[in-house]
C-alpha cells in the first residue's frame, strides 16, 4: 500500500534552518510528481511547493527563494530544505503525491490534486 512518512522537524529559531524527508513506499515514486503542503493552526492547509518527474519545480510565494523541493528518485524520498525560517512558517507539514502528471503549474496548488498524503511533521519556528 502507498505510505509517505515525514521527517526532520522539529523547533527552530528565526533565521534558522530545517530539512524535512519524506519516505515513500507502495508505489513507483519515480513516475509521480510529488509536492509539499503546510497548515498552521486555526487555517487551511496551504500549497508550499512542488516538484516533477523531470525538474519542473513550483513554490508559494510566501516561501519561493527561502525553501527548496528536491527528490531522489533512487531513495525513493522527498526533501524540503528551509532556509530563514519565520514565525509564520510554523506549521504542520505534510508530503504529498499527486494524483496525475499535468503541463500547468497551477494545477498542483490545490490538495485536490494530490491523492495520499503523509501524517505530517510539525516545524515550529520561535522569534
Known amino acids: 500500500q502507498v505510505q509517505l512518512v515525514e521527517s526532520g522537524g522539529g523547533m527552530v529559531q528565526t533565521g534558522g534552518s530545517l530539512r524535512l524527508s519524506c519516505a515513500a513506499s507502495?508505489?513507483?515514486?519515480?513516475?509521480?510528481?510529488m509536492g509539499w503542503f503546510r497548515q498552521a493552526p486555526g487555517k487551511e492547509r496551504e500549497f508550499v511547493a512542488t516538484?516533477?518527474?523531470?525538474?519542473?519545480?513550483y513554490y508559494a510565494d510566501s516561501v519561493k527563494g527561502r525553501y527548496t523541493i528536491s527528490r531522489d528518485d533512487a531513495k525513493k524520498t522527498l526533501y524540503l530544505q528551509m532556509n530563514s525560517l519565520k514565525p509564520e512558517d510554523t506549521a504542520v507539514y505534510y508530503c504529498a503525491r499527486a494524483r496525475s502528471n499535468h503541463y500547468s503549474s497551477s494545477y498542483y496548488y490545490s490538495e485536490a490534486r494530490y491523492d495520499y498524503w503523509g501524517q505530517g511533521t510539525q516545524v515550529t519556528v520561535s522569534a
Open positions: 507502495g508505489f513507483t515514486f519515480s513516475t509521480y510528481t
Open positions: 516538484i516533477r518527474l523531470i525538474g519542473g519545480t
